[in-house]
């Protein structure tokens, strides 16, 4: 099973993560040249901020801010889309997706959510902390209600928009999954890939099952 992952710099988590899992990631770096055909999936990492002119602002807190990799991404997303593949996005990603259907973005969390949600430094641990399931959602399913996620972001996810539903949120009000109403495309602001395998954990839940149920919409 073939994965696309558009990004500059390969990211060795995401890729080992879907290998353990039977599939292989792919890294595309030239949006013009992906077709979807070729590929079972998208699966959008996570990484820098997205440029807030996507979603209609000027710089207010966003930072590391990189239009090439919005370029590659976006372009990238709209074909998968518009082939009606599975995606699945991944904190950046989870972002890139919602923003692209439409939803603004928090561009700082705030001191107080920063606490909760953000790393201080690249090398510490991830924060963990507990979300809240919509129920009859995926993560509801997998997971019941209210399970324990990992946290590493400083931006989140203002609304849903367009048909792309919230799934799960934080304690604290903030958008931690969402999914589309009539698209295979879903998104978590956690990161699964780092929650399976050599990162499992009793402080969260098995993020593998999530991937899992990303795989089996590409197989379909």
């Not at 705030?110 to 399931?133: M, R, S």
């Amino acid at each position: 099973m073939r994965i696309a992952i558009p990004e500059f710099k390969a990211q060795p988590n995401y890729y080992k993560a879907l290998e353990d899992l039977g599939a292989e990631g792919i890294m595309v770096t030239d949006a013009t040249a992906v077709d979807p055909k070729e590929f079972d999936g998208l699966l959008i990492p996570g990484g820098v901020d997205i440029h807030p002119s996507i979603f209609g602002e000027e710089v207010n807190g966003s930072r590391e801010i990189r239009p090439v990799l919005d370029y590659l991404q976006f372009t990238v997303l709209d074909k998968f889309v518009k082939a009606r593949k599975p995606v699945m996005g991944i904190c950046r990603g989870h972002q890139v997706i919602a923003a692209y259907f439409g939803c603004r973005l928090y561009q700082d969390i705030g001191e107080a959510g920063n606490e909760v949600h953000t790393k201080k430094v690249l090398a510490e641990p991830d924060k963990v902390h507990p979300v809240t399931a919509v129920p009859g959602t995926l993560l509801h399913t997998l997971f019941g209600q209210r399970f324990s996620v990992n946290s590493s972001h400083h931006q989140a996810v203002r609304e849903e928009k367009n048909g792309y539903r919230i799934m799960a949120e934080s304690e604290d009000g903030f958008v931690e999954a969402m999914y589309h109403e009539k698209l295979p495309v879903f998104s978590t602001q956690f990161h699964p890939e780092r929650m399976c395998f050599q990162y499992a954990s009793d402080r969260f839940v098995d993020g593998a099952p999530i991937l899992r149920e990303f795989l089996k919409l590409c197989a379909k």
